[in-house]
């Protein structure tokens, strides 16, 4: 439980704070951190490619935001979203994340972040005890003070240590399976977790064995895509420790317990694991690849388990509706380990040509 009582919590509820200053999107940093998320397209390293396709300049990827944890983009003496909530860092969550665009963030753009706390709840987190949750909204606007996007990032802090069971938290759909990630650093990088997620040897979902990457076309318009059709299949082999400390570089997610092996095992993992939004920016590419960074207008993910060295990510989704009216799709995002565990679930919404 919180040090402070939920009344106090509660009371906190629309405060808001700028959280984020001078936040130049650069383009060396928005190559490196498209590389960190092993995103091959040259349309964010290369302005001649980002011009052919209709941009002014060189766009950022979906999940790009992450980079304004940077120190250097914070208010001084801020940490973490700036709320004294009275969470004990070694037992915080990061349940879910998401994002609604405006338009892509560009080469160039100085944004300013405030974060409000929207809501703060509890819910029984079963085997996990009970559960408090916060919910962060972040309003990034440009020099004109426009908004352009808004981040919407779940923290939840567990009653003690997670173990490697599913909890679920009786059953509500608004409560995140016990076993996301989170951190154990007790550093406000509201990133990942310290849950020993053993992996089952035996093939589950995709039988054992690792699907070939699949890329597809481009779609631009709504016509001809119906419910149930599939997207490409993104798959990142054989993951290795750098993978993670270039994640770590690119994002400034910095937690030793991703790249510190003896760290990460007094902290009681088996390893050093990979940041949940390191496997989100790989799940981005998969709507990227699909419909094209300027139609997407949501993309969200609820973290389930955790990614470690030697393991492969498979990426997927598939078209959960259609509205031909509106000109917009909606799909479910899935990624999962060589072993068919779920990593992480997702969301994301596009706008297409009627």
Not at 117 to 126: A, E, H, S
Request: overall charge negative.
């Amino acid at each position: 439980m919180p040090t402070k009582p939920l009344p106090e919590l509660e009371a906190m509820v629309g405060d808001s704070r700028t959280t984020v200053e001078e936040f130049r999107i650069e383009r060396g940093k928005v190559e490196e951190f498209a590389r960190a998320i092993t995103e091959p397209d040259p349309l964010f390293r290369d302005e001649g490619v980002a011009r052919e396709r209709g941009y002014e300049t060189v766009p950022a990827p979906l999940t790009y935001a992450r980079v304004s944890r940077f120190p250097r983009y914070r208010p001084d003496g801020l940490e973490g979203y700036g709320f004294d909530l009275g969470f004990r860092p070694e037992y915080v969550l990061h349940g879910e994340q998401a994002y609604e665009y405006e338009r892509p963030l560009f080469v160039g753009d100085v944004l300013t972040g405030t974060t409000t706390l929207t809501d703060v709840y509890q819910r029984d987190g079963g085997r996990a005890g009970s559960m408090t949750f916060a919910v962060y909204e972040t309003e990034y606007r440009d020099e004109n003070g426009d908004l352009v996007l808004t981040d919407r990032a779940t923290a939840i802090e567990t009653a003690g240590a997670v173990d490697s069971e599913r909890d679920d938290a009786s059953g509500d759909d608004d409560a995140t399976d016990s076993d996301a990630q989170a951190d154990s650093s007790g550093s406000n990088s509201d990133s990942d977790a310290d849950t020993d997620a053993t992996v089952d040897p035996e093939p589950t979902a995709n039988g054992g064995r690792v699907p070939a990457a699949e890329p597809v076309d481009t779609v631009r318009s709504i016509d001809g895509v119906d419910v149930g059709d599939g997207g490409p299949t993104v798959v990142v082999d054989d993951l290795e420790r750098k993978h993670f400390v270039k994640y770590a570089g690119a994002s400034g997610d910095f937690n030793p317990i991703h790249y510190d092996e003896p760290y990460a095992r007094t902290a009681g993992n088996e390893s050093v694991f990979g940041q949940g939004m390191f496997t989100a920016g790989v799940a981005s590419r998969v709507v990227t690849d699909w419909f094209g960074l300027e139609s997407i207008t949501a993309f969200g993910v609820r973290f389930q388990s955790r990614v470690f060295p030697g393991d492969t990510i498979v990426a997927t989704g598939e078209l959960e509706s259609v509205c031909a009216e509106e000109g917009v799709v909606e799909v479910a995002l899935e990624a999962t380990t060589q072993h068919g565990e779920t990593l992480l679930t997702g969301s994301a919404t596009a706008s297409l040509e009627e």
